[in-house]
């Protein structure tokens, strides 16, 4: 198999290099209307207020979200359990639209421009600064190596170059975008999913393709219809207890439990991700989340399909251990590198440049939040209370060199890519997500929340999570198993999968909220509301009809793949 791209490849990937790049010049020196001079004003470096269009949000909003930890990640997982991981795409689409109609007014309202800044304007300073820093932490260790590393692995055993060159080339092309500030990254990212799309249809055609061949027959349906008659099992949406995947998507969780918390947390609560929305206006912000949400239902066969393929193929001995490995060893996030290497040359560098584009795309959407986040909540509070805002604007670009130059170091001795690089984000992101939600929804739409309970929810949040995951040692859960919510593991013992374990954790965080909140104001405590009237609820009819149309495809997508 050949491990390396063609002139073709390169100069087609080089045509995307110049095209994000150019763009990216022209945006920065043209959109602020002052040649480039926007250094002075750290709102409009930071969130690109009130410059972005609907669909440059909804763009943005994807572009950061999907990367190779979805690309690689998600195939490998379409591979080894189906179509049921696209469950966390199709949920995000609802889970968009509620953050849309519930979530974005508040902050707008409010003028909330980052997530401590939240913080300290509904609770205090220290539940803020502990969450701040806490998140340049989670920012740092957890995505941005694993995005990295995930990406440089990908591109390294497609393009047959050097892991180490490619670690470095990431970054630094991140790095040059993310220096533009959230204009240039809101804008150019409409040119990455471009490319991320068509790369990614083109894979995915080829792919299917590839399986109607083996068979005899011709073209994308057929090769899809095959798909399904000859892995039938990786073609359910919720998967019944006795299946090996059970504890990775438990059943009905993740329609009515766990699954929820790690959409609204990540789509609703995430600086990252509401960045993009909070420099808008309110009608703007909607329409591109609600582009997002549409653009969410079609990432499954852009990211899932290809994986379900090569497990098709890898059945019928078309691929072997040389690409898979077996046994133990057997690596399903190979999925997604094996097919690209099987294109005709060409495609393989429009699908090279589309899996160089989400990668970049979220390592300068992640930069930028870790700069934000730094600079406005950290350096301006504490460190520097009367700093400029050119100085801000500066402190920011090197707050980004300095996370991607962590990022790189950091990423190749964590073993992401051991442990499934998806579920290794998604589990230890989960960790901490349960508190952090609680934290937020009561905030929101609960007047009385204290302080005291929003801290309780942030580090007991984190240490029930740790003691849940834990526990199995030394109690036994096997009484949990007749509900669904332990199962044994290889060893026999029973475990309480990780999606159920956040939502045992965000219940006993918002009781424990309420309980505390009840009691201090009961004795005088006075707590900072947010404003917050019905009438920012409603939204206009174009939304309302968008909505309706995904909650209809929503329905009919899990009565077919039930």
Partial sequence: ?????????????????????????????????????????????????????????????????????????????????????????????????????????????????????????????????????????????????????LGAIAISSIAGLNLEFCLYALAFFAVIITLGGMKVIGFTDVIQVFFLILGGLA??????????????????????????????????????????????????????????????????????????????????????????????????????????????????????????????????????????????????????????????????????????????DIYKKVLNPEASEKKLVTVGKIAVVVAMILGVLIAPHLGIDKKGGFQYIQEYTGFVSPGIFAMFILGFFWKKTTSTAALFATIGGFLLSVLFKFLPTFTDLSFLAPFGFAVPNAAGVYEIPFLDRMGFVFVICIVAMVLISLFETSRGVKTNGLEVDRSMFKTTRGFAIGAMTIMVLLTVLYTIYW
Wanted: glycine share 10%.
């Fill in 1 to 149: 198999m050949q491990h390396q791209l063609a002139t073709l490849d390169y100069v087609v990937f080089f045509i995307y290099f110049l095209i994000v790049s150019g763009y990216g010049i022209w945006i920065y020196r043209r959109k602020t209307g002052h040649d480039g001079s926007m250094d002075g004003d750290s709102k409009d470096y930071f969130l690109a207020e009130g410059s972005l269009t609907w669909w440059a949000i909804g763009s943005s909003l994807i572009a950061s979200n999907i990367s190779a930890e979805q690309f690689v990640g998600m195939s490998g997982s379409g591979f080894k359990m189906g179509l049921a991981i696209a469950t966390y795409e199709w949920m995000a689409a609802l889970t968009l639209i509620i953050v849309a109609v519930f979530f974005i007014p508040v902050y707008l309202k409010n003028k909330i421009f980052t997530m401590p800044q939240f913080l300290h304007q509904r609770y205090n300073g220290t539940v803020a600064m502990i969450m701040a820093i806490f998140w340049l932490a989670l920012y740092v260790v957890v995505n941005l190596t694993s995005i990295l590393y």
């Fill in 203 to 376: 894979t995915t055609y080829l792919a299917l393709n590839l399986v109607a061949d083996h068979y005899g027959q011709s073209g994308v349906l057929a090769g899809f219809n095959l798909m399904t008659e000859q892995a039938g099992d990786h073609f359910q949406m919720i998967f019944k207890r006795d299946n090996e995947n059970y504890m990775d998507l438990p059943g009905l969780t993740v329609l009515l439990g766990g699954m929820w918390i790690v959409n609204l947390n990540y789509w609703g609560c995430n600086q990252y991700i509401t960045q993009r929305a909070l420099g808008a206006d309110l009608p703007t912000a909607r329409g591109g989340l609600l582009f997002a949400a549409f653009l969410k239902l079609l990432m499954p066969i852009i990211v899932v399909l290809p994986g379900i393929a090569a497990f098709v193929l890898f059945k019928a001995d078309v691929f072997g251990a040389a690409e898979f490995g077996q046994g133990a060893d057997l690596n399903p996030d190979r999925a997604y590198p094996v097919l690209l290497n099987i294109l005709p040359v060409g495609l393989k560098g429009l699908s090279f440049a589309a899996l160089t584009a989400a990668v970049v795309a979220s390592l300068a959407g992640k930069a930028n939040s870790i700069a934000t986040i730094f600079t406005l």
